[in-house]
């Protein structure tokens, strides 16, 4: 079976899981269903490169986790969709599909965030770099910095009103945990402005993760719309490829 029909075929035998990884055998989560190995370690790093690449692969858990139930077999059906027709792919293209989805997951924040938060203006910054990139253009590793740093002062500052007791609203929070992971992913050639976004990547999800626990339906209801936007760069990405075949 190609990746679309081992999707599907656990869905609709019901034997596709959410929230645990199942054992890849009988039953599967959504990476699972592609890697088996994931589930036996419990660790999306060793899926395999030629199934995804390991970006995806940790994505993959996160939309089979955050959506809500209503909407979850849909998007799993459109991601099957998708990983039947990834094969055009080559490694130029799923470059060009992380900085879209990067993209289009902070296209999704500047309502989520604190009114007046100044991760609204960051957020146009790093979505003008990645525009850049997606096109072809040299991101210098200044340019990337300078986005890290703006970052690194707005999320001290939110973490430090979050520890102190002062709500920051649970999907802005979650727009902070999503530009840390993406200065940290920066370009590999400006892969070293990791130094200056690494501290609050781990942090930053904590705190989002207790906040969320406690605005339960805000940040599930934000989940599904970035999924939404997540799979649609995908599809961009995998149709130009198509296109020019």
Not at 46 to 64: F, G, K, R, S, Y
Not at 66 to 79: E, F, K, N, P, Q
């Amino acid at each position: 079976m190609n990746n679309e029909e081992l999707i599907l075929s656990r869905l609709d035998a019901k034997t596709l899981v959410r929230e645990k990884w199942g054992d890849g055998r009988e039953t599967a989560c959504l990476l699972a269903a592609l890697a088996p190995e994931t589930a036996e370690y419990e660790d999306p790093s060793v899926c395999p490169a030629d199934v995804m690449p390991e970006w995806l692969a940790h994505l993959t858990v996160w939309i089979d986790d955050s959506g809500t139930d209503g909407a979850w077999s849909g998007a799993v059906r459109l991601y099957a969709g998708l990983a039947g027709r990834w094969h055009v792919l080559d490694a130029d293209g799923w470059q060009r599909a992380e900085w879209r989805v990067k993209r289009a997951i902070l296209g999704c924040m500047p309502g989520a965030l604190r009114k007046g938060s100044g991760l609204t203006a960051i957020t146009n910054l790093v979505v003008g770099l990645l525009d850049r990139l997606v096109a072809g253009e040299t991101v210098s590793y200044g340019e990337w910095m300078l986005a890290s740093n703006a970052v690194d002062r707005e999320a001290r500052e939110a973490l430090d009103e979050a520890e102190n007791g002062e709500k920051w609203g649970g999907e802005g929070m979650v727009g902070l945990a999503v530009f840390a992971a993406t200065l940290r992913d920066a370009p590999a050639a400006t892969r070293s402005a990791d130094a200056a976004s690494g501290w609050f990547v781990v942090k930053a999800r904590q705190v989002a993760a207790t906040t969320i626990a406690e605005a339960d339906d805000i940040g599930m209801i934000g989940a599904d719309s970035i999924i939404v936007a997540i799979l649609s760069a995908l599809d961009t990405e995998i149709a130009n490829a198509e296109e020019s075949k």
